[in-house]
Antibody
Framework: QITLKESGPTLVKPTQTLTLTCTFS??????????VGWIRQPPGKALEWLAL???????RYNSSLRSRLTITKVTSKNQVVLTMTNMDVVDTGTYFC?????????????WGLGTVVSVSS | EIVLTQSPGILSLSPGETATLHCRAS??????VAWYQQKPGQAPRLLIY???SRTTGIPDRFSGSASGTDFTLTISRVEPEDFAVYYC?????????FGQGTKLEIK
């Protein structure tokens, strides 16, 4: 059974750096083709994909946020970490991590419950 | 950059009716379009991937279709538990783009 859980601060100040951790079970990020991604959702708004890291450390980013994002994996701990610099009030929302199944035709299938992040001074 | 436009923004139906949700892509190279259902306070749930394929456990009243850059999610005989927000997603070249969502509400 694949599960993912997001963790991190619930409140950050503007200009600070946000660090979120996705801890997963039921799969290995050493498996060919597997990936873990991050997606966010401002209150009452649509989903926005942020970044994804593959089993081979290949990292992909939303081009509009690329300069602020870094995604890494700690395979031994079954964790994926996302950092987002220079946080702003518009970055407030729920942050999800999700598992991507192997195969080019597959997408983000298993999701965590999300963690709420508020940006305020 | 691919833009997905979903229509309508809000769809009001009664249980038992058929829901037709649309997603138009500004450009497309593959049929790598997925549909998600999201209920308040929950994570999105993958319904359809590859434009047509249902995820394991998804009822067959949910179906996906495509014609060029237009993708459709059809929900036949809408059940009370189907009222939610639906998002389409295009995924290719390791980029994932979501539409703005369609809210399916009870009439």
């Amino acid at each position: 059974q694949i599960t993912l859980k997001e963790s991190g601060p619930t409140l950050v100040k503007p200009t600070q750096t946000l660090t979120l951790t996705c801890t997963f079970s039921g799969f290995s990020l050493n498996t060919y083709g597997v990936g873990v991604g991050w997606i966010r959702q401002p209150p009452g708004k649509a989903l926005e994909w942020l970044a994804l890291i593959y089993w081979d450390d290949d990292a992909r980013y939303n081009s509009s946020l690329r300069s602020r994002l870094t995604i890494t994996k700690v395979t031994s701990k079954n964790q994926v970490v996302l950092t987002m610099t220079n946080m702003d009030v518009v970055d407030t929302g729920t942050y999800f991590c999700a598992h991507k199944s192997p195969g080019s035709g597959r997408t983000l299938e298993y999701w965590g419950l999300g963690t709420v992040v508020s940006v305020s001074s | 950059e691919i833009v997905l436009t979903q229509s309508p923004g809000i769809l009001s139906l009664s249980p038992g009716e058929t829901a037709t949700l649309h997603c138009r892509a500004s450009q497309i190279r593959t049929s790598y379009v997925a549909w998600y259902q999201q209920k308040p306070g929950q994570a999105p749930r993958l319904l359809i991937y590859g434009a047509f394929s249902r995820t394991t456990g998804i009822p067959d009243r949910f179906s996906g279709s495509a014609s060029g850059t237009d993708f459709t999610l059809t929900i036949s005989r809408v059940e009370p538990e189907d009222f939610a927000v639906y998002y389409c997603q295009y995924y290719a070249s390791s980029q994932y783009t979501f539409g703005q969502g369609t809210k399916l509400e009870i009439k």
